[in-house]
């Protein structure tokens, strides 16, 4: 019978809302200032779509687990699991390790687990000491930045994979693991590095790949163009709020329009002055609110810029987490603008979406196509994913 063992980092994506870059070491704080679940809840969501897919499978796996918030606590009704680790009520990096150790001593197949780059690179480091860097991994997405090709999409894209593989319907393959110095990503410098390889089911479909940052040749004059189109936009709707996402194609359009952008947060401009700079969710949604009740009838509406993540090809839920279900509810789907440079679009097939919210992601599929753009008053339609 085939083994799986699920292991949840508890601390995951802890300050996604909250405009942390990362939530290593700063869990207590994040928690201080409000943060809620997020790693065990979508660990929960994962295992839910897991036991309807259960019925499928010839042999029902045999699950192993953590005791408390690093496994057991998130495991739904319908799913059958032996606790093997007793972990503590505080999770850390040699916790992580720990378990990941006691759960190879338990002879898993596989390790399905919640967390981000942080927890993946301590997995990695416990394959490496016990020397089983040939453990397959799959990890449900749940941290706020995911650079390593071994996540899936999405929670349901996680347990169907896993549910593929245990069928003997997908094939491993070698992934990056890419280590991001978290220190220097808090101060808005994007430095990563491949840290180590490990195997994941191949799935193009509904695994999301390792990042990749897409820089072509001689795209000065494309980002000028970009900037004059959403200079003209700004001009013609004098008062409109605009919402920056993250990323460099969007600093760079910025400064072009004379203003200075974060790299990795998200900010917000009317008519080319900044009125807000790195916000979180609390701060984007009192925005929203000062504009869906302007008194004076003066509002000229919400636009929100976003750039898709190069490689996976990501347009909400990895590293933008402050754009949460109730911000983009509140913005409109309606009023979001992708913006790619040709060099990213010429990789680019679909765009996906993991808000955290099920009928919200569902909402923005349906449309089917984002209204892109590429260039100086050129547009294209960009097809969203339909998982």
């Known amino acids: 019978m085939t083994r799986i063992g699920i292991l949840v980092n508890p601390d995951a994506g802890l300050g996604?809302?909250?405009?942390?870059?990362?939530?290593?070491?700063r869990a207590a704080e994040a928690r201080a200032a409000g943060a809620v679940d997020r790693s065990g809840p979508r660990m929960t969501a994962a295992l839910e779509r897991f036991a309807e897919l259960l019925a499928h499978l010839r042999e029902a796996p045999h699950m192993m687990t953590c005791s408390g918030r690093m496994g057991s606590d998130w495991v739904p009704a319908g799913i059958s699991f032996v606790e093997v680790v007793r972990a503590p009520t505080e999770s850390t990096a040699e916790d992580t390790r720990r378990a990941v150790s006691e759960l190879l001593d338990a002879n898993i197949d596989?390790?399905?687990?919640?967390?981000?780059?942080?927890?993946?690179?301590?997995?990695?480091?416990?394959?490496?000491?016990?020397?089983?860097?040939?453990?397959?991994?799959v990890g449900v997405p749940t941290g706020v930045k995911m650079h390593s090709g071994c996540f899936a999409a999405t929670p349901n894209a996680a347990a169907e994979v896993l549910a593929a593989w245990l069928a003997g319907d997908l094939m491993l393959a070698s992934t990056e693991v890419m280590d991001l110095d978290e220190e220097a990503y808090r101060e808005g410098e994007w430095k990563i590095r491949m840290y180590s390889e490990v195997q994941t089911p191949s799935s193009p479909r509904w695994m999301q790949g390792a990042k990749m940052r897409v820089q072509a040749a001689e795209e000065e004059e494309v980002l000028e163009g970009l900037a004059a189109h959403v200079g003209e936009l700004a001009e013609e709707n004098p008062g409109m709020l605009i919402i920056w996402g993250s990323g460099g194609t969007l600093r760079a359009i910025s400064e072009n329009?004379?203003?200075?952008?974060?790299?990795?947060?998200?900010?917000?401009?009317?008519?080319?002055v900044l009125v807000g700079r790195d916000l979180n969710e609390d701060g984007l949604l009192e925005l929203l609110d000062a504009e869906s009740n302007d008194g004076g009838g003066d509002s000229a509406g919400v636009l929100l810029l976003l750039s898709p993540m190069g490689g996976q090809g990501f347009l909400i839920g990895r590293g933008n987490l402050q754009l949460s279900p109730a911000v983009l509810r509140a913005v409109g789907v309606d009023n979001i603008l992708g913006v790619a440079t040709p060099g990213?679009?010429?990789?680019?097939?679909?765009?996906?979406?993991?808000?955290?919210?099920?009928d919200l992601d569902d909402d923005i599929r349906e449309r089917r196509y984002?209204?892109?753009?590429?260039?100086?008053?050129?547009?294209?339609?960009?097809?969203?994913?339909?998982?």
């Open 16 to 25: 996604g809302r909250l405009g942390f870059k990362g939530t290593d070491g």
């Open 110 to 137: 596989l390790l399905f687990y919640a967390g981000g780059d942080g927890t993946t690179r301590d997995i990695v480091a416990a394959l490496d000491a016990a020397e089983r860097t040939d453990l397959p991994l």
């Open 370 to 387: 984002l209204r892109g753009l590429q260039g100086f008053r050129t547009t294209r339609l960009i097809k969203f994913s339909d998982d």
């Open 344 to 358: 990213k679009l010429a990789i680019l097939n679909e765009l996906r979406i993991d808000s955290g919210d099920a």
């Open 257 to 272: 329009l004379g203003m200075q952008t974060t790299l990795l947060g998200i900010d917000a401009s009317r008519d080319g």
